[in-house]
């Protein structure tokens, strides 16, 4: 599982972190673009499943692939899903909303899925490896976690972008309560609920900047977050 959870790594970090305003909105204008962000895909996964690329991954048929071409498989694909959704949205006006984009994400995860070796006794965390499963979850609760809020608050109220601040503030109530599940024995069963009183009690006082919805939100992917992160910690 060590491949498989490295190049989930890759892809949220060229899928979320990397792609910046500016690189979205290149990629939807410019073929250039779009090659420009589908780039960054094989080069972060190469980069953290540098030992592996020589193995064999997959098999299609009877040909074994390698881990480079499964790389390169990867960015093919990627760039064939993302271009498709760019000319659905822009040339046929497809809409450009939360099922769109969970869609887009559930082809690039199944494809991932699909060319990671699994041996025999794998199971969700099996191996040594711990760091690229909580690096995974950094970003899910961070940068993924924005984005899918944003499509969320959009197709519900017609909002924007949230400001820097807001999306801040997103990311600490979301990770702080992650964190709370990372303590030991059963002290996570009174920091979890105090942080989210503390965060709810702000909200009511209208001292935080964030909707209910958001904080909702934000409570739901902590605390999920924050139960896969002990799993994987401690198990």
């Known amino acids: 599982m060590a491949i498989f959870w490295r190049l989930l790594l890759g892809h949220l970090l060229a899928d979320f972190t990397l792609q910046t305003n500016f690189i979205n909105r290149w990629k939807r204008s410019s073929l250039v673009g779009m090659l420009a962000h589908c780039v960054m895909h094989p080069v972060c996964c190469a980069a953290l499943t540098w030992p592996y690329l020589g193995e064999t991954w997959s098999v299609l048929g009877e040909l074994p692939l390698p881990g480079w071409a499964c790389v390169l498989l990867l960015f093919a694909v990627h760039f064939l899903a993302d271009q498709w959704r760019v000319m659905m949205i822009f040339k046929h006006k497809a809409p450009d909303n939360t099922l769109s984009f969970v869609w887009d ?29 909580l690096a995974c979850l950094l970003i899910f609760l961070t940068d993924a976690c924005a984005v899918t809020l944003y499509f969320l608050e959009k197709d519900l109220y017609g909002t924007g972008f949230p400001r820097f601040d807001e999306k801040l503030v997103g990311m600490l109530e979301r990770l702080v309560l992650a964190l709370c599940f990372l303590l030991p024995r059963g002290g996570w069963l009174t920091a979890a609920p105090l942080w989210l009183a503390v965060m709810f009690g702000l909200r009511a006082r209208r001292l935080l900047d964030l909707t209910w919805f958001s904080l909702g939100f934000g409570a739901v992917a902590g605390v999920l977050g924050g139960l896969f992160a002990r799993a994987a910690y401690f198990y």
Do not use: D, K, N, T
């Open 105 to 133: 994400q559930v082809i690039h995860g199944a494809v991932i899925f699909a060319l990671f070796p699994l041996g025999p006794g794998s199971g969700l965390f099996a191996g040594p490896e711990r760091w690229p499963v």
